[in-house]
């Protein structure tokens, strides 16, 4: 993977998904901690789906980006999902000292949509579980939406941040 | 034997310390779990000696051990230095803006860990891992 570029970050819905694809050196990997806390601020997505499948290192500096990706987005009343940790990375980062409990993880994008309350369907990359009628996700940021995640799976209001310092 | 060194001045160096020593490790027949572990040990090391030590290099080598083949390290650094080295090998114990678990985590993923350091000096960290599984 070459270590150039930034990681473009689209909005599917009501979910906000990056699938990291280049090499992260840290400048990198701070910049998409920020895209991703803006974009979620601005679209007021439930979800942010993190694609990290083909990454095949994660040291302790990027473990910790992940972890204040999920933390800032549980602040912006949104929860975050890390897809497809690599075995390796995932034995390398418990024998580190990070097993980064707290993180959301899902073995795919498909599981991650639906632990988020979003119904993918046939024809479009993800169609969103239309929001109840008080819900406007243009102009009401964060209101409502455990409402609508906990129908799927119990999601508590924010990640067990303390367990990673 | 072989023996490369990547200068480390700036955060992409992190990343071409990380690609040469899964290159070498590769070569070496390590696993893919060892690989993950050397890399990503090489990757805390690197980043030290950026952040502490203001900068460095570090040497990679690879010699036959055995049925496999052993991969060391050196990474030297002209910086501070550390003073205790016991506190800074703690897990938790940090001066920068990391978790703290940069030495005392990159020794739990090789087989060899050592560490050296002068205050005003600089410090010397040497780890090698050797593929085939070698019991620690």
Redesign the interface.
């Known amino acids: 993977m070459r270590?150039t570029g930034a990681v473009p970050v689209l909005t599917l819905g009501d979910v906000v998904l990056v699938s990291i694809q280049v090499?992260l050196?840290?400048?990198l990997a701070l910049r998409l901690q920020q895209d991703l806390a803006e974009r979620v601020a601005a679209t007021g997505a439930r979800g942010v789906v993190i694609d990290v499948s083909a990454i095949?290192?994660?040291?302790?500096?990027l473990?910790?980006v992940l972890h204040d990706i999920s933390a800032t987005a549980a602040m912006l009343a949104s929860t975050a999902v890390v897809v497809g940790i690599?075995?390796?990375?995932a034995?390398?980062l418990v024998?580190?000292?990070?097993p980064l409990r707290g993180l959301r993880t899902a073995p795919s994008v498909d599981v991650a949509f639906t632990m988020l309350g979003v119904r993918q369907s046939a024809g479009s990359p993800a169609s969103t579980v239309p929001p109840p009628a008080a819900e406007h996700p243009s102009s009401d940021v964060g209101r409502g939406r455990r409402e609508n995640v906990g129908a799927h799976e119990q999601l508590p209001p924010s990640p067990r941040v303390r367990e990673?310092? | 034997m072989e023996a490369r060194v990547v200068t480390i001045a700036t955060e992409l160096d992190i990343v071409r310390v990380r690609q040469t020593v899964r290159d070498i490790a590769v070569r070496g027949r390590f696993s893919l779990v060892e690989q993950t572990k050397l890399v990503t040990a090489a990757s805390e090391l690197a980043r030290n000696a950026l952040v502490h030590g203001g900068g460095g290099e570090v040497s990679v080598s690879a010699e036959p051990a055995g049925p496999g083949v052993r991969v060391r390290l050196v990474f030297v650094d002209h910086g501070p230095g550390i003073a205790d080295l016991d506190q800074a090998l703690t897990d938790g114990f940090t001066t920068g803006s990391g978790l703290g678990l940069g030495l005392g985590g990159a020794r739990r993923l090789v087989d060899e860990f050592h560490i050296e350091s002068t205050p005003g000096r600089g410090t010397t960290v040497t780890i090698s891992s050797t593929s085939g599984g070698v019991v620690r």
């Open positions: 270590p090499e050196h840290d400048e095949d290192i994660v040291d302790s500096f473990a910790k690599r075995p390796a990375v034995i390398t024998e580190l000292g990070l990673m310092g």
